[in-house]
């Protein structure tokens, strides 16, 4: 696990991955991006699971090749992709045809956020659901 600086408040995880498309998979991927979009509300249903307190997807085109970069903060304890769920299924079918295999991390260096949003975001993601 990459270490997490001082602004980063205890008992979160802060993280920064990337992972390149396949060749030939951009059309794909856009159907998986499409997938979670149209299913938000069963994504959104995994969270509490997950202790995700916060999750963005961004994609690039590159010199190297398109990638999709995953922003996660989530707290302890929280568990991974549970493939009996349909949604963390279809999601990990999506990422195994989609991407090559393994991520790319990023080392963070400052966290900053209002104090009532970062209360909320370490409230959440460290509660004992």
């Not at 990459?2 to 159907?31: C, F, M, N, Y």
């Not at 509490?48 to 990638?67: H, Q």
């Amino acid at each position: 696990m990459l270490e997490q600086p001082s602004s980063i408040p205890l008992g979160l995880r802060v993280e920064l991955s990337r992972a390149r498309v396949q060749s030939g998979k951009s059309d794909l991927t856009d159907e998986w991006m499409a997938m979670l979009n149209e299913r938000v509300d069963e994504c959104v249903a995994t969270l509490d699971r997950e202790k995700m307190a916060l999750e963005l997807v961004f994609r690039r085109a590159e010199d190297d090749g398109e990638w999709i970069y995953w922003v996660s903060i989530y707290g302890p304890g929280g568990a991974g992709l549970d493939e009996s769920v349909p949604i963390d299924r279809d999601h990990v079918a999506y990422g195994r045809q989609c991407k090559t295999p393994g991520w790319d991390e990023a080392t963070p260096q400052f966290f900053l956020a209002p104090e009532s949003v970062r209360n909320a975001i370490v409230s959440w993601a460290t509660s004992n659901r």
